[in-house]
């Protein structure tokens, strides 16, 4: 445990090397921290923080810099915010896709690093579908979702439909169907098989099939904005392989929403230090991200991801302010 002296300490060079990057020397702490202790009491509260794991001096530097761990604690018990220091912002009620890619420009403008959110999970329902007949047994699939977005699909059947049935189809399924889930359709076409002509049945099944993989492959959209603001960290321009490893994750979205996604079922803002777990595996990156809602039911997940090096205190700002704005435009747009 430690005690007040060695948290003060450890809470300066903390904050002096997030301002400064560069690391930190105990003249430097002694002034930082405003204790009256000689610079050897200093250096041996440091030694005795470096054998704890929570500083680390980096190659031949008489200087010291915070760890994954030291940022941890630093994080979780010394940090403070000051509400109120951002301005005043604001995200209009819109259709969800334009407030979720406006609330990732917001995040990345305001913290100058990458913004991330994916965007609201949607159900499988559809509004309308068609069918139009391309060339034997090739069809495209026209799907409206309720919010209005159009997924176009292309399917093989096998056995070749005339125009004249693919809209006999698409009515059986507009009168029917519009509204119901992607189950609670397989459902009822199960139970209804048998009344169906046979082409009828296996036509509509296809469709169903096309109108899942179509809804599901935007349902967890990640949105990114800011992947250049990295460009200008000296934390990664001195380094371009903790660039490029950077820039691979952001192309790698799938791990980027198994990474958001952990935070999905937390109140409020959540940090998470690279190098402290295989939570976020490079150790040259920090992610702080919150939950956003529609009415009160928790939706999808945004945050900043930027250097381990970052002003925690604003990007906790930024990431509520942001969260709260974007419950309130998709509650108020519905």
Excluded: C, W
């Excluded at 680390?56 to 940022?71: D, K, L």
């Excluded at 949607?122 to 509004?127: L, P």
């Excluded at 076409?189 to 469709?207: D, P, Q, R, T, W």
């Excluded at 002003?311 to 302010?321: E, F």
Aim: glycine content about 6%; proline content about 3%.
């Amino acid at each position: 445990m430690l005690d007040d002296r060695a948290k003060l300490l450890l809470k300066s060079l903390v904050e002096r090397y997030i301002a400064d990057g560069q690391p930190v020397g105990s003249r430097t702490l002694s002034k930082a921290s405003g204790l009256e202790l000689s610079p050897a009491t200093i250096r041996n509260v440091m030694s005795d923080l470096e054998e704890l794991g929570l500083i680390v001096s980096p190659h031949t530097s008489a200087g010291r810099i915070p760890t994954a761990r030291g940022y941890r604690l630093f994080v979780d018990t010394m940090l403070t915010v000051q509400r109120g220091q951002l301005g005043t912002h604001t995200l209009a009620p819109d259709q969800p896709q334009k407030v979720i890619s406006n609330a990732a420009h917001l995040l990345s403008n305001l913290s100058q690093f990458v913004g991330v959110v994916i965007a609201p999970k949607r159900a499988s329902v559809f509004r309308h579908i068609e069918f139009l007949r391309l060339s034997d047994r090739r069809l495209l699939v026209i799907i409206v979702s309720p919010e209005g977005d159009v997924q176009n699909r292309v399917i093989f059947t096998e056995a070749d439909y005339t125009q004249a049935q693919l809209l006999e189809v698409a009515n059986h399924l507009n009168a029917h169907y519009v509204g119901l889930t992607i189950e609670q359709v397989r459902e009822r076409l199960l139970g209804e098989v048998n009344s169906l002509k046979a082409e009828i049945a296996s036509l509509m099944n296809a469709a169903v099939t096309a109108n899942s993989e179509a809804l599901t492959d935007t349902r967890d959209e990640v949105i990114i904005s800011g992947e250049k603001n990295l460009l200008s960290v000296s934390d990664f321009s001195n380094d371009m392989s903790h660039l490029r490893r950077a820039f691979e994750l952001f192309e790698q979205k799938a791990q980027l929403m198994r990474l958001l996604d952990m935070t999905g079922q937390a109140d409020g803002v959540r940090i998470f230090i690279g190098g402290e777990s295989q939570v976020v595996p490079f150790e040259d990156l920090s992610i702080v991200s919150a939950p956003y809602e529609v009415d009160g039911q928790v939706v999808g997940t945004l945050g900043v991801i930027g250097p381990t090096r970052m002003a925690y205190d604003r990007m906790i700002q930024i990431v509520d302010i942001t969260a709260k704005l974007v419950s309130n435009a998709l509650s108020h747009h519905k």
